[in-house]
Antibody
Framework: EVQLVESGGGLVNPGGSLRLSCAVS????????MNWVRQAPGKGLEWVSS????????NYADSAKGRFTISRDNAKNSLYLQMNSLRDEDTAVYYC????????WGQGTLVTVSS | DIQMTQSPSSLSASVGERVTITCQAS??????LNWFQQKPGKAPKLLIY???NLETGVPSRFSGSGSGTDFTFTISSLQPEDFATYYC?????????FGQGTKLEIK
């Protein structure tokens, strides 16, 4: 069974940092690109970042460029999102999702940026 | 960036009705178009990929069509469990983008 489980969310002050993790199982993670997608409270879906299966191709939304860093460790079946210089508008549920099709999603982890 | 214009933003319908949602891309995305269903407090669920391919395990009352810039999502006969928010999503070019969503409510 394919499973993605996010962790690392929480309450952080503006300007602070958080590192999100996504543990995957039930498939060979090294064969798939991975993504982070977020959803602000009561709002729609926003793609944040993607990373290719071998980490050679990385992309970011403009809202994440220069502040967020996506990475993965295929040996640990894990995906990460390092978020720095957090802003109020980064408050959202962050989901990891498999492949460009976004065919499997985790349950999400809530990031709240507030003083 | 590719803009995805989804309509309507909300829709009220009855069980058994046929409903259609449209999504227009600001440029040609070939058939790299998904449709997702999201229920409150849950992650989105992929229903249709490649514009018209039904994801495994998804009921056949859901269907999708289109290519290029104009796409349609249809539920042939609404069931009680279908009341949710639906999103289109293009994955032809980064940044991947979503439509603003269609909230499907019970009439």
């Amino acid at each position: 069974e394919v499973q993605l489980v996010e962790s690392g969310g929480g309450l952080v002050n503006p300007g602070g940092s958080l590192r999100l993790s996504c543990a995957v199982s039930g498939f060979t993670s090294s064969r798939y690109s991975m993504n982070w997608v977020r959803q602000a409270p009561g709002k729609g879906l926003e793609w944040v970042s993607s990373i290719s299966s071998d980490s050679s191709n990385i992309n970011y939304a403009d809202s994440a460029k220069g502040r967020f860093t996506i990475s993965r460790d295929n040996a640990k079946n894990s995906l990460y999102l390092q978020m720095n210089s957090l802003r109020d508008e980064d408050t959202a549920v962050y989901y990891c999702a498999r492949d460009g099709r976004l065919d499997y999603w985790g349950q999400g982890t809530l990031v709240t940026v507030s003083s | 960036d590719i803009q995805m214009t989804q309509s309507p933003s909300s829709l009220s319908a009855s069980v058994g009705e046929r409903v259609t949602i449209t999504c227009q891309a600001s440029q040609d995305i070939r058939n790299y178009l998904n449709w997702f269903q999201q229920k409150p407090g849950k992650a989105p669920k992929l229903l249709i990929y490649g514009a018209s391919n039904l994801e495994t395990g998804v009921p056949s009352r859901f269907s999708g069509s289109g290519s290029g810039t104009d796409f349609t999502f249809t539920i042939s006969s609404l069931q009680p469990e279908d009341f949710a928010t639906y999103y289109c999503h293009q994955y032809d070019n980064v940044p991947y983008t979503f439509g603003q969503g269609t909230k499907l409510e019970i009439k």
